[in-house]
């Protein structure tokens, strides 16, 4: 079964100031999808950005992008020029790339980001 | 606007009672799932459903039961041998395959008085 892990459960940055997540992973497969969510105070879960294990070029939305090494199972997201709007918790999460009854998402524990103004 | 629907936002169970969390959407995926949160513990699976009329457990399902009699649907009941059913709970829906990440309803806080 493919477990994800976030070490960190809470960091800190200054507005306008990089941070930088981390999220490691353990899989057998070779083909899967990583995805990173946003869950701010409201409580809803929000798509921040998407990688395809297959694709070597990692993904970038806005200020957003991801440190993907495939090698290592490492997959951190990096925000960029950070608002106070960014404070929120932060799931990384895997999914495979097989269908069926084992397409499903599995969730690390989370990260509480906190942005001081 | 297509989305995912979870009534009610917050929901008030007694001891020894069931109650049934509903979940409905209309973006005509054919998976959707719920999952639990607590504090420090992230996301956890509770059951999912890739077509009607069949779901699966997932890794803290006793206690809880499903029904997927329609496509749009996927109420949750929390019954009363569920101990500890204080939390938030999530529902969520997706194509099958692909990168398609889910998407979320805005969840329901239950509560044991």
């Known amino acids: 079964a493919q477990t994800v892990t976030q070490s960190q459960p809470e960091m800190s940055v200054q507005e306008a100031e990089t941070v930088t997540l981390s999220c490691t992973y353990d899989t057998s497969e070779s083909d899967y999808y990583l995805f990173w969510y946003k869950q701010p105070p409201s409580r809803q879960m929000i798509l921040v950005i998407r990688?395809?294990?297959?694709?070597?070029q990692n993904a970038t939305e806005n200020r957003f992008s991801v440190n993907f090494q495939k090698a290592a199972k490492s997959f951190s997201l990096k925000i960029s020029d950070s608002q106070l709007g960014d404070a929120a918790m932060y799931f990384c999460a895997y999914r495979t790339f097989y269908t069926g009854a084992n397409s499903k998402l599995t969730f690390g524990k989370g990260i509480t980001l906190s942005v001081r103004p | 606007d297509g989305g995912i629907t979870q009534s009610p936002k917050y929901l008030f169970r007694k001891e020894g009672q069931n109650v049934t969390l509903s979940c409905e959407q209309n973006?005509?995926?054919?998976?959707m799932y719920w999952y639990r949160q607590d504090p420090g513990q992230g996301l956890r699976l509770i059951y999912y459903?890739?077509?009607?009329?069949?779901?699966q457990k997932g890794d803290i399902a006793e206690g809880y039961s499903v029904s997927r009699e329609k496509k749009e649907s996927f109420p949750l009941t929390v019954t009363s041998a569920q101990k500890n059913p204080t939390a938030f709970y999530l529902c969520?829906?997706?194509?099958?395959?692909?990168?398609?990440?889910?998407?979320f309803g805005s969840g329901t806080r239950l509560t044991v008085v």
């Open positions: 459903s890739q077509i009607v009329n069949d779901f």
């Open positions: 969520a829906s997706t194509r099958t395959g692909g990168n398609y990440g889910y998407t």
């Open positions: 973006l005509n995926h054919d998976a």
């Open positions: 990688q395809e294990a297959y694709k070597q």
